[in-house]
């Protein structure tokens, strides 16, 4: 009797188990650190938490097998903005955003849209374009993947202005001018006259302020959340187009480490960062610009957007030289396919229903 009586308890509590939902069972808790150069202030790096980790562990509760414990890194606690790339392929941290501009070297097809400027003004279409090309073209998925990393999602700056001590009339008047711009994007002032200053969001306010240059050249994404304005409060606003500048990418061997469900989740996660920053980017520009001006009303002088008169965009534009040219042929030298690539990029731009201010790839 007692035999039977403990088979009954035993097939009744096989029952309940069975019958309890998933959320009783416990969970895998897998540690990951995810981490940047820049703060969270910065949109994209702030849409790292509210989008793509956010994303992922709402994906991972719908089944709730897999838990995330993130360890959140951000704001260059573990590194700089100089070594974005190797600290996700070292895994000094797992999760990582690395910043594109900062490493033509080893990137050297990532700088395509830093080598096209004026090429497009609309960041959700040249995200788009990248994100085809990332999946399709095997030279482009290989020059991120050889260097232990694999790419979950895409990031793309709003459009660029020059931030000065002084007004500007038109783009003569940069000549001369040291300005602040980020690693390869100092390539956009040549034929200007201009010096170009290497740093970054993180450097820019102090290097105008302590007169290492006379302004940036930036965005108003990253402009507003660093204040450049206090110290830059002339925006004098040429549109120069958006540019690819990373990605949101995690250490291959920690990704391969990770059950197929997890995977699935940041890929999804990723994507869903991709289109919403890219969005982003549209959104808030105006609102960014809109804001520097007034919460610079009070100082002195205050923050004014400086409208540059018709055509100045189009004299920037002529003033560059070939670019993509030498950008392609340099890095063709190196056995990289960078014609190839930046007729496929410039191509895709077009059909998307772009109209590139130049046509660099003729």
Do not use: C
């Amino acid at each position: 009797m007692k035999t039977f009586m403990g088979t009954l308890t035993r097939i009744g509590a096989v029952t309940g188990a069975l019958l309890m939902p998933a959320a009783l069972f416990a969970q895998e808790t897998i540690d990951l650190t995810v981490a940047s150069s820049h703060p969270t202030v910065v949109p994209w790096v702030g849409m790292i938490q509210t989008h793509f980790m956010a994303r992922t562990d709402e994906i991972l509760a719908q089944d709730g097998t897999y838990k995330i414990n993130w360890n959140e890194a951000f704001g260059g606690t573990l590194y700089k903005a100089n070594a974005t790339l190797s600290s996700v392929e070292q895994g000094i941290t797992d999760v990582g955003w690395v910043f594109s501009f900062l490493e033509p070297a080893q990137l050297p097809l990532s700088q395509v849209s830093t080598n096209t400027p004026f090429a497009t003004a609309n960041p959700p279409v040249l995200l788009a374009v990248m994100e085809e090309l990332l999946e399709t073209n095997e030279a482009f998925r290989n020059e991120w993947e050889d260097h232990n990393v694999k790419v979950l999602g895409l990031t793309a700056t709003d459009l660029y202005d020059i931030y000065t001590k002084e007004p500007l009339t038109g783009i003569d008047d940069i000549d001369g001018m040291k300005l602040s711009a980020p690693g390869v994007l100092g390539n956009w002032l040549r034929g200007t006259g201009a010096n170009a200053v290497d740093g970054a969001l993180t450097t820019f306010y102090t290097d105008v302020q302590t007169g290492v240059s006379d302004g940036a050249l930036t965005l108003a994404l990253g402009a507003m959340p660093i204040k450049l304005y206090e110290v830059a409060p002339y925006i004098n606003r040429f549109d120069a187009g958006a540019a690819f500048s990373g990605a949101i990418a995690i250490n291959k061997d920690v990704w391969d480490t990770l059950p197929e469900e997890v995977q699935s989740a940041m890929i999804e996660a990723g994507k869903y960062y991709t289109k919403s920053h890219g969005q982003d980017m549209v959104d808030r520009h105006e609102m960014m610009l809109d804001l520097m001006v007034k919460n610079g009303a009070d100082q002195t002088p205050p923050v004014t957007i400086v409208q540059m008169p018709d055509g100045e965009r189009q004299a920037w534009v002529d003033k560059l030289p070939d670019l993509a040219g030498e950008w392609a042929a340099s890095v063709d030298a190196q056995g990289v396919p960078a014609t190839e690539f930046l007729g496929l990029y410039m191509e895709a731009l077009r059909a998307a229903g772009e109209e590139p201010a130049r046509d660099w790839d003729k």
